[in-house]
Structure formats: structure tokens, C-alpha cells
């Protein structure tokens, strides 16, 4: 699905079956997992929980960019807690999510500075735009 102008970098491939209470496995083996519904005890994880995990590592990706941008190192310690919700309302369901940002020691202004950056160029925060309600927030 190439663009005129992109390049595909990296495909991930996997094979799901059951849907929320199955199996899937990537196409190279590095993911082999259960799935379980959002809250119940089965033995798996859910589609909430690899979405908010997933979202978090490109998105501290993402930061390290927009800090190299503004020619400051991200600090040690630094984390993003993603919390994803499966929201059931009168058109369905949808989801909704909170980064929840850690960069301890940097100034609020270029924290927010680099958290600005990064929801613009992080492929996660780029695909959901004006699609879930988001909260990007400096803890």
C-alpha cells in the first residue's frame, strides 16, 4: 500500500482466530499469544491491552525525536502509561485513551514542548487523530 511518496518500511503479519477469546501468532513467531475478553479472568490478553502497549512504545519513539528536535535528551526515567477504554455507548462501541507522560526533571514548557511533537509524528497518535478522544497528559 504504497503511497507516491512513502516507502513501506516494515509489515507486521499475524493470524488471529476466535476473536477475543482466541489465539494469534505473527508470521516470524515473536508473538504467540491467548486472548481474553476486556475484565475477565481467561488467560489471555486483550485487544485494549496490546493496543495501549504497542501505542506507548511508539510513542516514547516518537518523544526521543521531538527532543532531539529541540536538542535536549529525554530524562532517565522518562515513561508513558496508556489507558485504553472499550466505551459502550448509543452508536456502539468505541474505544477512548490517556497517555499518561513521565519526563521527570525537564521543564513543564518543553515537556509539553516534546508531548506536542510527538502526538504529530507518532504513527499510533497520527492513525486514531479526530477518531477517539484522546488526553496527552504531563504527570
Request: glycine fraction near 12%.
Amino acid at each position: 500500500m504504497e503511497t507516491n511518496n512513502s516507502k513501506v518500511l516494515y509489515t507486521a503479519v499475524t493470524h488471529t482466530t476466535g476473536g477475543r477469546t482466541g489465539e494469534s501468532r505473527s508470521s516470524d513467531g515473536k508473538l504467540d499469544i491467548k486472548l481474553s475478553t476486556p475484565g475477565s479472568t481467561g488467560p489471555g490478553t486483550n485487544p485494549e491491552q496490546l493496543f495501549a502497549a504497542g501505542w506507548s512504545a511508539c510513542f516514547i519513539g516518537a518523544m526521543g525525536k521531538a527532543a532531539a528536535n529541540l536538542q535536549v535528551a529525554l530524562p532517565v526515567g522518562h515513561y508513558v502509561s496508556t489507558e485504553v477504554d472499550l466505551v459502550s455507548g448509543d452508536d456502539g462501541y468505541s474505544l477512548q485513551a490517556r497517555l499518561n507522560i513521565s519526563l521527570p526533571g525537564l521543564d513543564p514548557e518543553i515537556a509539553k514542548s516534546i508531548i506536542q511533537g510527538a502526538s504529530e509524528t507518532c504513527p499510533y497518535s497520527k492513525a486514531i487523530k479526530g477518531n477517539i478522544k484522546t488526553e496527552y497528559n504531563l504527570i
